[in-house]
T-cell receptor, first 117, second 115 residues
């Protein structure tokens, strides 16, 4: 079955710095998404990563804070910029349209656990 | 507007007990998908089941079963003979694929299974 990987798996960062999270899928997918899960909370969609164009952001999330790239159909990055302790969360990459699996089902990467001091 | 309600914040059971996790949804779409995901302490979200809006047939997979009732807009999840390894947060989710793909997650139900 297809594999979704994220790097780093966890990190501890200082406030004011930025962290880039990578999501790699071992097969081409239709759509890629980035979610945030704050401690003890549900998942919140940050944006849909569009291949070759600017990401589509949800209300409350802006490109300056969460720049996203998707250069091809198997890879995307999310940067958390100018971090504050409120950014401490699990960040999850999700994909749609995995070959060999349900095409209308979102599958998730293992997540990146970020702590901002 | 779409909404997913998981009224049970936490459930605690003793091993071998049966437990049902409730999920109620709201949508104006006629075509939609319902999901259950499991999030163990490791943090990864594991897909359990998908149901589309035209398929109300209940499903059983081992100790897991799902009951989808459009009349009450519910998609409940039952674990039979629970085990400690079932301890996790379970999320119900609703997706639509009209005007762009969008998924709404419920707040989640944390299940504790004690030995």
């Amino acid at each position: 079955s297809a594999v979704i990987s994220q790097k780093p798996s966890r990190d501890i960062c200082q406030r004011g710095t930025s962290l880039t999270i990578q999501c790699q899928v071992d097969s081409q997918v239709t759509m890629m998404f980035w979610y945030r899960q704050q401690p003890g909370q549900s998942l919140t969609l940050i944006a849909t990563a569009n291949q070759g164009s600017e990401a589509t952001y949800e209300s409350g999330f802006v490109i300056d804070k969460f720049p996203i790239s998707r250069p091809n159909l198997t890879f995307s990055t999310l940067t958390v910029s100018n971090m504050s302790p409120e950014d401490s969360s699990i960040y999850l990459c999700s994909v749609l349209g995995l070959a060999g699996l349900n095409t209308d089902t979102q599958y998730f990467g293992p997540g990146t656990r970020l702590t901002v001091l | 507007a779409q909404k997913v309600t998981q009224a049970q914040t936490e459930i605690s059971v003793v091993e071998k007990e049966d437990v049902t996790l409730d999920c109620v949804y709201e949508t104006r779409d006629t075509t939609y998908y319902l999901f259950w995901y499991k999030q163990p302490p490791s943090g990864e979200l594991v897909f359990l089941i998908r149901r589309n809006s035209f398929d109300e047939q209940n499903e059983i997979s081992g100790r897991y079963s799902w009951n989808f009732q459009k009349s009450t807009s519910s998609f409940n999840f039952t674990i039979t003979a629970s085990q400690v390894v079932d301890s996790a947060v379970y999320f119900c989710a609703l997706s639509r694929n009209t005007g762009g793909f969008k998924t709404i997650f419920g707040a989640g139900t944390r299940l504790f299974v004690k030995a």
